[in-house]
Every structure is written in structure tokens, then in C-alpha cells.
């Protein structure tokens, strides 16, 4: 794709065509402009210099770039043949929720990195964190308090609003749920606030894993997360292994609950 110019031949290039999209869509000055910290050197360059020069506007308003996913100390990239795709993560067992999880470990500005064992341990926090919001609803009429939660509210949003400081909203999160001067009630209410940023699946948790071994819970759990990630297939290949262990999966509008085959 070439055309003549009054300076020569012109080749359009991905940086043009990303100003222009974003311009004909979005407008002459975004709000927000995303990308890999690899973009700026070069290509978020050059879109602000034609896009500043063809308007004599500011391009974009704030600029939200992502370090890199590093797998042994090297960036993950296709190219370099050091890369994993979530299919890969399930195979072993890791829920599509709990990588999301693990990436909300780290601020979107700080390097992630990736190995077994630290996903490993993250979808186990992520189990505990299911597990406790479990025990929440089993327990939801209980009142051990009566706060609002109005401070951990507002200290969440604090965190969301310093550069999407994820790590730190988690932080709350986990404080929230041990403070003593909230009521079960209050806790599940501001899970399901929280989560509307955290994107975590935790307002379609429910209860019911009383008296249930440790190893079901944790099945359990991951079947929820693969509905929530509409991975059916995940899901039902649970279901099956449940079924092998002698439990009867039962959903419900108000989740999903087991029962012992006899």
C-alpha cells in the first residue's frame, strides 16, 4: 500500500492507522491510552507527534503502560518461544480466575513474574479467598458487628484511584473480610462492590461447603471459577471427577451446592 506525496512515495504504516482509528472512534483527545511499556520508545511516540501535529491537541489525557509478564527472567513473547497460553494453566488444574488473580498480585507498572510454584500458591489464595466468602454466606445471619464498612470502602476506591493500585485494593479486600466490627452481611455486600472492579467471579459465590472435605471445596471452587469464565467444558469435566469421588453436583439460582451419593 503505497501512494505518491508531494515528499515521495508515502507508506502508511500501524502507527497512522492507530491515530487515525483512534481519532475517527474515539475522538481528537482520549481519556485513557493503554499499552506495553515496548510502545513508548517508538510507537506511542509517534502517534502522539502526528496526531499533536494534525489536530493541536493533546493526543491523550493520561498514558496507562503495562510492564512485562516475565517467565525466567526473560520477557514472555511467542517469538521468543517462551510463552504460555491459560490453555496450558487449566491443564494443570489453574482456573482461569485464579490468573486473573495472580496478575491483580502486582501493579500493572512493576514486572510479573512467572513460575510454577507462584501460581501455584496464587490459585491457593485464591481458593482461600472462596473459601472464606463460603463460610460468609453460611453464616450470613450472623451479627458479631456493626460497622458500615463506609472506611474500607473508602479505602479501596483510595487505591483504585492511585494508578489502579491493585495489589493494595487486594489488601483491603483481605482486611475487610477479618475485621471483627463487620456482620457477615456487610462483608458480602462489599465483596460484591469490590468485585465489580476486581472482575473476580466472587458475587456468584455462595454457600454450602459445610462438612464437605478440603479437596471437594477446592474442586468446588474451581468449577465456579470456570463457569464464571464460561469455560462449560472445564466445568463439567469437574462435575465428572466430583462424581468420581462420590459427590452430586446440584445448581441452583443460588449457586452451586454437593451432596454425598449414597
Known amino acids: 500500500m503505497e501512494w505518491e506525496s508531494p ?64 517467565l525466567e527472567k526473560e520477557k514472555m513473547a511467542k517469538s521468543g518461544g517462551h510463552f504460555i497460553i491459560l490453555k496450558t494453566l487449566m491443564d494443570k488444574g489453574i482456573s482461569p480466575m485464579a490468573y486473573r488473580f495472580f496478575c491483580l498480585s502486582a501493579h500493572y507498572r512493576a514486572p510479573l513474574t512467572f513460575s510454577w510454584e507462584i501460581i501455584e500458591n496464587a490459585a491457593k489464595g485464591y481458593e482461600s479467598l472462596i473459601s472464606k466468602l463460603t463460610e460468609l454466606h453460611n453464616h450470613k445471619d450472623v451479627i458479631s458487628g456493626n460497622e458500615d464498612g463506609a472506611l474500607f470502602r473508602e479505602s479501596f476506591l483510595a487505591d483504585i484511584n492511585d494508578d489502579l493500585n491493585m495489589p493494595r485494593a487486594l489488601a483491603v479486600l483481605w482486611e475487610m473480610l477479618r475485621a471483627p466490627a463487620l456482620s457477615n452481611q456487610a462483608k458480602i455486600a462489599l465483596v460484591a462492590e469490590f468485585d465489580q472492579v476486581l472482575g473476580l467471579g466472587l458475587a456468584g459465590i455462595q454457600g454450602s461447603f459445610i462438612d464437605v472435605p478440603e479437596d471437594i471445596r477446592r474442586l468446588l471452587s474451581e468449577r465456579e471459577s470456570a463457569r464464571q469464565a464460561r469455560d462449560f467444558k472445564r466445568s463439567d469435566d469437574i462435575r465428572d471427577e466430583l462424581a468420581q469421588k462420590g459427590y452430586r453436583v446440584i445448581d441452583s439460582k443460588n449457586g452451586a451446592k454437593v451432596e454425598k451419593i449414597q
Open 7 to 70: 515528499w515521495g512515495k508515502g507508506f502508511p504504516g500501524w502507527h497512522i492507522e492507530c491515530s487515525a482509528m483512534a481519532m475517527k472512534y474515539l475522538g481528537e483527545t482520549l481519556d485513557i491510552h493503554c499499552g506495553g511499556i515496548d510502545h513508548i520508545p517508538v510507537h506511542h511516540t509517534n502517534e502522539i507527534a502526528q496526531s499533536e501535529a494534525a489536530t493541536g491537541k493533546p493526543f491523550s489525557r493520561y498514558w496507562m503502560h503495562g510492564e512485562f509478564l516475565v
